[in-house]
């Protein structure tokens, strides 16, 4: 089984319950472990894959209550960084459809500094880059960047979630287009919201979008649309893969549920590049995928309401 590096940011959530979607309104947070990198890895652990996360967090009460949840969710840590800057915070409205509004507060993430051991253990591994905080700037940016050339140096699989957060690029999303295009460019596979699709294919038509993300270069695509189900988009043509019907409570981590799980099924091949020519296996994988996103939002939090190989089995 391959191991899979999980780079970017780990983070508190304080998640609001019981109001509307203006966090003005908001009066009680619960604190969730979070971060879309972090989410990913527990998905793949979960499920009995083998991930390792690299990110950094502060050397404070909630730098330590995350390390200790990856832990206990079996995520490798022994890459972790830890740093005098506070832990990131991020503050999560929901409304009453379980959709978010995002404020963050952001620290430690930012400081992840690289390290040139690690190029030995990607070699013939896979990587996920997830880029909520990952291309604001600082230590991060130069890292993940440094991680991804030497991902594609060594022979890695290599998978790319934009995870574009409106609140962080406010008046700047072409500095955003213009940052994941080099990604875009050489990921096996993307992983991508209806709302990323458009906004860095700049088509409107879904289609489109998949074709002029082909024409950038990724293998793979999938275009995640909730309830609806996941647009799987590869050289070979496209399908849309349905979705089971749940009550969400939560979509936070739905995204990094179904990449985690599509990367824990890539992760038990052999050979990872089989998927690119075997568009039966690839499906039922990506349906596995839904299963495991829509099962997420059926409780508050991202890494605690993520399924384990019981609950994902159970779903017919």
Same mark, same amino acid.
């Given at each position: ?25 908001? &009066? *009680? ?15 793949? =652990? #979960? *499920? ?10 502060? #050397? ?34 929901l ?18 500094? +690289? &390290? ?18 990952? *291309? ?9 960047? #440094? +991680? ?13 979630d934009?995870?574009?957060? =409106? ?30 699709? $458009? ?22 695509i999938?275009?995640?649309?909730g309830?609806?189900?996941?647009? *799987?988009?590869?050289?070979?043509g496209?399908q ?18 179904f ?19 075997n568009?039966?296996?690839?499906a039922?994988m ?13 409780? +508050? ?7 384990? $190989? $019981?609950?994902?089995?159970?779903? #017919?």
């Amino acid at each position: 089984m391959k191991h899979v590096f999980c780079i970017g940011e780990l983070l508190i959530d304080f998640v609001a319950e019981k109001q509307g979607s203006d966090l003005s309104r908001a &009066d *009680l947070f619960t604190k969730k472990p979070g971060g879309a990198p972090a989410n990913v890895a527990c998905a793949i =652990a #979960r *499920l009995g894959g083998n991930s390792k996360f690299v990110g950094c967090v502060g #050397r404070d009460p909630f730098g330590t209550y995350l390390l200790n949840t990856l832990k206990e969710n079996k995520v490798d840590i022994s890459l972790a960084q830890r740093a005098k800057t506070f832990t990131t915070l991020a503050f999560v409205s929901l409304s009453e459809d379980g959709e978010r509004d995002f404020v963050f507060s952001r620290g430690a993430d930012k400081e992840l500094e +690289y &390290d040139p051991e690690l190029k030995k253990s990607i070699k013939d591994n896979m990587l996920h880059l997830g880029a909520a905080t990952a *291309l604001l700037g600082g230590a991060l940016e130069k890292t993940y960047g #440094r +991680y991804f050339f030497d991902a594609l140096t060594q022979g890695a699989f290599i998978s790319f979630d934009p995870n574009f957060r =409106a609140d962080l690029w406010k008046d700047d999303e072409t500095v955003f287009v213009k940052k994941c295009m080099p990604f875009i460019e050489k990921s096996d596979l993307g992983k991508f919201s209806l709302e990323e699709a $458009q906004l860095l294919s700049g088509k409107t038509d879904l289609n489109e979008c998949c074709d002029a993300l082909h024409e950038i270069g990724t293998k793979i695509i999938t275009v995640t649309l909730g309830e609806k189900g996941t647009l *799987l988009s590869t050289p070979h043509g496209k399908q849309t893969l349905p979705s089971i019907s749940v009550n969400p409570v939560d979509t936070t981590g739905a995204g990094d549920a179904f990449i985690g799980c599509l990367l824990q099924q890539i992760s038990a091949l052999q050979d990872p590049y089989e998927i690119l020519d075997n568009t039966t296996l690839l499906a039922k994988m990506v349906e596995n995928g839904n299963k495991a996103g829509a099962i997420t939002t059926t409780n +508050y939090g991202a890494i605690t309401s993520l399924p384990d $190989q $019981q609950q994902l089995s159970a779903i #017919r």
